[in-house]
């Protein structure tokens, strides 16, 4: 089916869906209103558009009313597909399939694979795939496969206004955690009855003098603005921003009502270098509030003092101390008087015992660690969540790490290093890489064994890690063959 997409109406979630909802968390149920769109299951509006399905309350021709509620990021309640597709923001290919059998077309959601979506397009059905496209958990339809490779997709978030097909390679397209696949081919024209009255308009909830999150910003960064409020309280506890992001010495800030301040560093991006691993290195937005706030902005002169720029949330740390991380060191707060703490550094390598254990909030290792400790030895399994639980300052996914320690081994020969992991590693040994980029990519748990001969003496072993999303494993240990 080179360059020759299926027939799929296209819906943006933000620019297609009424200006009551916000869209930003309604990928999943955007792209499967297309789908069912494109199976004629759903009526058009008198624009000729099915945005309209995403969030309003609706009865289809079977009868169905879809009228259960999920909180956007507004928090407000918002009903049809994005109330049944989605558990508190996140979109989930069972309910995604649930919502498309509800409507008379046949789906299931399976586990993702390029040759299972290649099938599928090939007998004329699309496909509705969860992604982590530019570091972000994001669902997408395929429509089609071009004569390169690529596929052809509608894209509900990425692509620009009038522009035409988004296309993407199988690794571009990242973790891919689901695909609700259907059960029959699209029909040559979906069904198209009569245009239905529109609504009478319905006022936005947002107050009047409300800015959106991340307003006016490229799409990427408006992606972490959102990210970063809604992460920290959303509305409920920082409240709507009430003027744009502006730019301050190379960093976007907002500020929040409640004296929250939401700030992103976008010094440090790399997309291209990354993409063909699926893995865009990008440091999230961050909230910082008083009293840190106020001690770092006053007294250490904000990015342009000795800390630099944040590098973490507030957070409750392993002394249940609040802490934010910067470039060059940390701020705590005991909650125990109204200023918090001066600054620390981090351990150098001299007060180092074992591994110099260093994690930074992106996957890739840029800017300056969140945090920094000396770690016994390298054996974690997350799950889920993040180091230490979060008692680190570290977001659950797209995070990464590097251990760095010297070892005396006694005798010369071949060791076997095991690596276990899930995502990504490079293992160096004396700054020698032992794999080069082989295993930077995202994938599942695995365990490799690499053999290198050292002779006896000291040597500098260093591993770093990645992880994209969902389970998070390191494990290392070695031995003489």
Known sequence: MADNPLNVPYIHQIRDTP?????????????????????????????????????????????ITFNHAELDPWGHNAFGAYGYCTLKGVCWGNLAAEFAIKHGIGARSITASRSEAINQLQDGKPVVIGTT???????????????????????????????????????????????????????????????????????????????????????????RFVDGFVRNGGQDKLGLPTERPRQENGLWLQNCPNGDILILDTRYDDIETTAAQGLAVLQPAFVLRD?????????????????????????????????????????????????????YGWPSTGEINSWKAEYWNNPGLASNPAFVRDEPEISYDFGEGAPEEGKLGII??????????????????????????????????????????????????ETYNLTQHLEAGEHEIK???????????????WQKQ
């Open 291 to 343: 009293p840190i706030l106020k001690k770092w902005y006053d007294e250490y002169k904000g990015v342009t003092g000795p800390l630099g720029a944040p590098v973490s949330d507030i957070f409750t740390n392993l002394q249940d101390f609040q802490q934010c991380s910067f470039e060059g060191g940390y701020i705590i707060w005991d909650g125990s008087k109204p200023e918090a703490d001066a600054a």
């Open 19 to 63: 200006t009551e909802f916000n869209g930003n968390w309604a990928c999943g149920p955007t792209s499967v209103v297309m789908a069912l769109a494109a199976y004629g299951a759903l009526e058009p509006r008198n624009d000729g558009k099915y945005g309209w399905y995403v969030s309003n309350l609706y009865t289809n021709n079977k009868g």
């Open 133 to 223: 496209i530019k570091g972000f958990g994001h669902v997408i339809l395929l429509k089609g496969v071009a004569a390169n490779g690529h596929f052809i997709c509608n894209d509900p978030y990425w692509r620009k206004p009038g522009g035409g097909d988004d296309l993407y390679t199988w690794g571009e397209l990242g973790s891919c955690p689901f695909m609700v696949v259907f059960d029959r081919a699209l029909p040559s024209q979906p069904t198209a009855p009569a245009p239905q009255p529109e609504p009478a308009v319905v006022a936005a909830h947002a107050p009047s003098a409300a800015t959106q999150v991340g307003q006016g910003l490229n799409e990427i960064d408006t992606q």
């Open 463 to 477: 591993l770093e890690y990645f992880e994209a999303a969902g389970k998070a494993v390191i494990k290392l240990n």
């Open 396 to 445: 659950p996914d797209m995070f990464s790490a590097r251990w760095t320690r010297k070892v005396n081994f006694d005798e010369s020969g071949d060791y076997v290093f095991t690596v276990t992991v899930d995502d990504g590693f490079r293992l160096y040994i004396d700054g020698v890489s032992v794999v080069g980029d082989q295993y930077w990519t995202i994938s599942a748990e």
